[in-house]
């Protein structure tokens, strides 16, 4: 989603359902890319991790898509839960050994 | 050990006082970053040491000056700072070695200036 303004996108998930969290990336150059979790009064904690020569990689309850064609990466949580409420990050890893963060998504858990 | 820790939690200053952030970490790791977040955006990088080196700095204006005395620690001198300055001060950490570039995050230390 785009940050428009001081709003974060945010998505609203039904306890027990999937959420995904979408994040466009422009640097073509990027070959590695990470997805953070913030909870309020925290600092990001990193969830997954995926390189540029793969399209999927899988952790515990999440799944991670990279489509390079048009640059768009993707956080799959399976199975939402009241813990899972947090502002999720992408960011990407260029060859000038910078992590760019990309604008973030609220992702917040209907009862 | 997998924590970086971030001292204090909390600061207030005015625009004439001098004060510094600190951060710790004892994973080995030999890269070390000041991000800050204002509210609602995401982490912006202001600094990167590697290897005990300022390897990058993002334009940022002067009255924010780093240190790194050591592999395990990386301070953040505050001075003349402005009230737009007030956000969330982010350190991390990473390897800095190929193959495992992810960063570990500290808790980070909410600034306000009056």
Redesign the interface.
């Known amino acids: 989603g785009e940050?428009v303004g001081?709003?974060?996108p945010t998505l609203s998930v039904q306890e027990g359902d999937n959420s995904i969290i979408n994040c466009a990336y422009s640097n073509s150059a990027s070959d590695?890319f990470?997805w953070?979790k913030q909870e309020s009064?925290?600092?990001?904690?990193?969830i997954i991790?995926i390189r540029s020569n793969m399209d999927k990689r899988q952790g515990q309850r999440v799944t991670v898509l990279l489509n390079k064609t048009v640059k768009h990466l993707s956080l799959q949580i399976a199975a939402t839960q009241p813990g899972d409420s947090a502002v999720y990050?992408c960011a990407d890893?260029s060859s000038?050994?910078?992590?760019?963060?990309?604008?973030?998504t609220r992702l917040s858990i209907r009862p | 050990d997998t924590e970086?820790t971030q001292t204090p939690k909390h600061l207030v200053m005015g625009m004439t006082n001098k004060k510094s952030l600190k951060c710790e970490q004892h994973m080995g790791h030999r890269a070390m970053?000041w991000y800050k977040q204002k509210?609602?955006?995401?982490?912006?990088?202001m600094f990167?040491y590697?290897y005990e080196k300022l390897?990058?700095n993002e334009s940022v204006p002067s009255r924010f000056s780093p240190e790194c005395p050591n592999s395990s620690l990386l301070n953040l001198h505050l001075h003349a700072l402005q009230p737009e300055d007030s956000a969330l001060y982010?350190c991390?950490s990473s390897q800095?070695r190929a193959g495992d570039?992810?960063?570990?995050?500290?808790?980070?230390t909410q600034l306000s200036v009056l």
Request: no cysteine.
């Open positions: 940050n001081l709003h974060l590695y990470i953070y009064g925290k600092g990001p904690q990193f991790d990050f890893y000038a050994s910078k992590i760019i963060f990309g604008s973030g | 970086v970053y509210a609602k955006k995401p982490p912006e990088l990167v590697s390897s990058i982010l991390a800095d570039e992810k960063l570990f995050f500290g808790s980070g």
